[in-house]
């Protein structure tokens, strides 16, 4: 029996051996596999044209392929130019889609009354960092220029960022600095944080003032205070807000495009009750966008 299970457990060396040298010098076939998975993924959340609720755009750049963001206008109108947020969505840098926040976006629109640029950046397994952080950037400076056409206020511009999102929105952010252009505040949820976050911080790049969210259950959560800790260092006016009981996702989840999509089902942050801390978390973010704006008056 011994020699039969060492006859096994070799055979499983010897195959994993193969499979890791098949894939050292066949590289491409492992990354068109993860390249075919997770263009699958983003394609879950794409909506027909006639289903969206905010609308198409594509931002023209310089040479270079203009950016894709969902447009959304207050239902109301208002005279006067509006604030913008910039919102990116989260997915590990390599998931996710625009649309997947189109019911947010549309409430947020109207909840803080402003214009929402919903903005599909790149994700890095088609072009690598910092090209989506550029496309966020260029898109924030298109508006500005642009901001008579679409009656917005540039003086009152804000990123509102989910996880890689989030990280993106940051690293923007000091593209936009080196620019001369400085966004009023960033509203952060659960973000995606390394080295580069703190250096960012030390460098004095952050946008301030800067609002922190986070669950109970974040996979960050070790690495937030260290990064508040840079943060506050570097004179940013941060406020720092976390929801126990809430679940990573939460505010993302309990939205309709992810209703039919199990996997996330799986992650118990989609019930009645996160979505009940969701909405309570959409009041308090745009609370804080208000905050923002207030203080450039």
Request: charge should be negative; charged fraction near 25%; include cysteine.
């Amino acid at each position: 029996m011994g020699n039969v299970l060492i006859n096994i457990f070799g055979i499983f060396l010897v195959l994993v051996l193969i499979c890791f040298l098949w894939f050292r010098f066949h590289p491409t076939a492992f990354d068109q596999k993860l390249g075919e998975q997770v263009k699958k993924a983003r394609q879950a959340f794409v909506k027909k044209d006639a289903d969206l609720l905010g609308r198409r755009m594509l931002v023209p750049r310089e040479n270079a392929d203009g950016v894709h963001v969902n447009l959304y206008i207050p239902s109301q109108r208002v005279s006067g130019p509006l604030p913008v947020v910039f919102v990116a969505h989260g997915g590990q840098f390599m998931d996710g889609d625009a649309d997947a926040l189109d019911s947010f976006c549309d409430r947020v629109k109207d909840t803080f009354d402003s214009i929402i640029v919903n903005i599909n950046y790149t994700t890095i397994d088609v072009k690598q960092i910092p090209y989506p952080q550029e496309e966020i950037r260029d898109t924030v400076l298109y508006f500005a220029v642009h901001a008579t056409e679409f009656n917005m206020d540039p003086k009152r511009f804000c990123f509102l960022g989910f996880s890689a999102g989030a990280y993106l929105e940051v690293g923007a952010a000091a593209f936009l600095k080196e620019k001369g252009f400085r966004m009023c505040g960033q509203v952060s949820v659960h973000p995606f944080v390394d080295d580069t976050m703190i250096r960012l911080a030390d460098a004095g790049a952050h946008i301030s003032p800067f609002t922190l969210i986070s669950a109970g259950n974040d996979s960050m959560r070790e690495r937030y205070p260290v990064y508040a800790e840079h943060l506050k260092n570097a004179g940013v006016d941060l406020t720092e807000r976390e929801y126990p009981d809430a679940m990573q996702g939460f505010i993302e989840y309990n939205n309709p495009e992810y209703e039919n999509i199990q996997i996330y089902h799986r992650t118990q942050a989609i019930s009645e009750d996160q979505k009940d801390l969701a909405r309570a978390c959409e009041i308090y973010i745009s609370g804080e966008l208000e905050r923002f704006i207030q203080q450039q008056n």
